[in-house]
């Protein structure tokens, strides 16, 4: 593939998603294996974007309006939104997807709304919800995919990514980063296991499809150790709480702010 063409093409979608549906897109970034950075030669590109609606009275319906815009879906392409009124109430749940988005290291579309959303919903992030949706993910992957004999090995980073994120979030109180290597330079601390993850991340990135193989002991000890020893931790957080007011000031402020 022609990433740059493909790029391109990214930024002509979302200008004809903005003219189609009437919208104004305040920002769109890549939320998959490319924004964690281990993409295989042939992933697809996973563009998510937040969005506010034109016409303001659209809010005031009684009937609600769809608050999200599903694009479009093939082997190249994986394009969906959400809209401002249904991000900021994910914020306000403290929903790690929406953190991630605004983290991503590949951006295709900012306006001045951008950096300053980053900056507003750091102090939402909350541990216990973070937590627990890196270690359900960890546990999910583990079930589904690592348990046989053989597995298809590209599964361990869907494994080991959300534990990595689920230490790094037990331990900084904050949204892990999004990228595979700061995650693993940062709580991987075991020899064994990072050269095993450094030659499968090598062959990922240069290999079309990894395959299916017998499963490998290193990781899955790991693997398996840690989901016990952190869902003990986790079990032990104590619940947190936001309220809705700076939100509902935020939201206004960007519904008749012209300028995003």
Request: glycine residues 2%; proline residues 4%.
């Amino acid at each position: 593939m022609d990433e740059i063409k493909i790029i391109e093409e990214i930024k002509r979608k979302l200008e004809e998603i903005e003219e189609k549906e009437n919208v104004t897109i305040l920002f769109a970034v890549e939320s998959g294996s490319r924004a964690w950075g281990f993409a295989s030669p042939d992933s697809d590109f996973d563009v998510r974007f937040v969005y506010k609606r034109n016409d303001i009275n659209d809010y005031l319906k009684l009937e609600g309006i769809r608050d999200v815009i599903e694009w479009e879906l093939n082997d190249i392409y994986d394009i969906n939104g959400w809209d401002l009124d249904k991000t900021l109430k994910l914020v306000h749940g403290s929903n790690p997807v929406i953190f991630e988005w605004a983290d991503s290291p590949i951006v295709y579309k900012e306006t001045p709304f951008y950096e300053e959303f980053r900056q507003f919903i750091k102090p939402y992030f909350m541990t216990i919800k973070g937590a627990h949706h890196y270690l359900h993910m960890a546990e999910r992957n583990y079930e589904m995919y690592l348990n046989d004999e053989k597995v298809k090995l590209k599964k361990y980073f869907y494994v080991l990514r959300p534990i990595l994120a689920l230490k790094y979030v037990l331990h900084n109180r904050t949204n892990p980063p999004m990228l595979f290597e700061k995650l693993v330079e940062a709580e991987l601390d075991n020899d064994a296991v990072k050269r095993e993850v450094e030659r499968l991340l090598d062959a990922k990135k240069n290999t079309p499809e990894l395959g299916i193989a017998r499963r490998i002991p290193v990781l899955n000890d790991y693997i398996q150790k840690e989901l016990v020893l952190m869902k003990n931790e986790v079990d032990s957080l104590n619940k947190e709480q936001t309220d809705w007011d700076e939100l509902n000031a935020f939201f206004i402020k960007t519904l008749f702010n012209a300028k995003n």
